[in-house]
């Protein structure tokens, strides 16, 4: 299976902040990533999918990129309701696999 | 609407067997490929299973196959997860997910509450 590693595990950040997160592939998966955001006791929302294309609904503020092996989630500017665990997942090839997560935390 | 709708989970022994329940509505079920993900407590998510639209296609993980068996009914518009051998580190939040549409890769845009299992003696 295809091996999925996020960084940080965990970022403190502050309303306004730009925040990035990376996902590394073990193995060249082209686009086929997705990012999606978990708040606790709910669940996951997708946020992105081909690693760059914006799922329907979600602000302008998160955004995407990479391809191959290493992704990047950006969020321009925190708002408050942003606080919570991202994860990524690669849609290469079953086992479908996802990162460790990252959560993002208030300073 | 869409909605998925998980049921079934509960208290189980060690080696005992669990049947898990996923209700959709709101969109075409026949037309999609669902998938169950689980989550341990306060860990993050492990992907289960995979259930093409028309049952043709079925993957696992390596870590259930031979014991869980995924299946559908698509005139109930309802999914299910057969969990035999259960082990306490099945012990999980189980979702059912819908994949974003026909013939794509496995993006999921639609995610169940979710039912707890729990494998303890």
């Known amino acids: 299976d295809i091996q999925m590693t996020q960084s940080p595990s965990s970022v403190s950040a502050s309303v306004g902040d730009r925040v990035t997160i990376t996902c590394r592939a073990s193995?060249?998966?082209?686009?086929?990533l997705a990012w999606y955001q978990q708040k606790p006791g709910k669940a996951p929302k997708l946020l992105i999918y081909?690693?760059?294309s914006l799922q329907s609904g979600v602000p302008s503020r998160f955004s995407g990129s990479g391809s191959g092996t290493d992704f990047t989630l950006t969020i321009s500017s925190l708002q408050p309701e942003d606080f919570a665990t991202y994860y990524c997942?690669?849609?290469?090839?079953?086992?479908?696999?996802f990162g460790g997560g990252t959560k993002v935390e208030s300073k | 609407e869409v909605q998925l709708v998980e049921s079934g989970g509960g208290l189980v022994k060690p080696g005992g067997s669990l049947r898990l329940s996923c209700a959709a509505s709101?969109?075409?079920?026949?037309?999609?490929?669902i998938n169950w993900v689980r989550q341990a407590p306060g860990k993050g998510l492990e992907w289960v299973s995979s259930?093409?639209?028309?049952?043709?296609?079925?993957y696992y993980a390596d870590s259930v196959k031979g014991r869980f068996t995924i299946s559908r009914d698509n005139a109930k518009n309802s999914l299910y997860l057969q969990m035999n051998s259960l082990r306490a580190e099945d012990t999980a939040v189980y979702y059912c997910?819908?994949?974003?549409?026909?013939?794509?890769?496995?993006?999921?845009?639609?995610w169940g509450q979710g039912t707890l299992v729990t494998v303890s003696s």
């Open positions: 997910a819908k994949e974003m549409a026909t013939g794509t890769l496995p993006y999921f845009d639609y």
């Open positions: 709101g969109f075409t079920f026949s037309g999609y490929s």
């Open positions: 259930i093409s639209s028309s049952s043709s296609y079925i």
């Open positions: 193995q060249g998966i082209s686009s086929w």
């Open positions: 081909a690693a760059s």
């Open positions: 997942q690669q849609a290469n090839s079953f086992g479908l696999t």
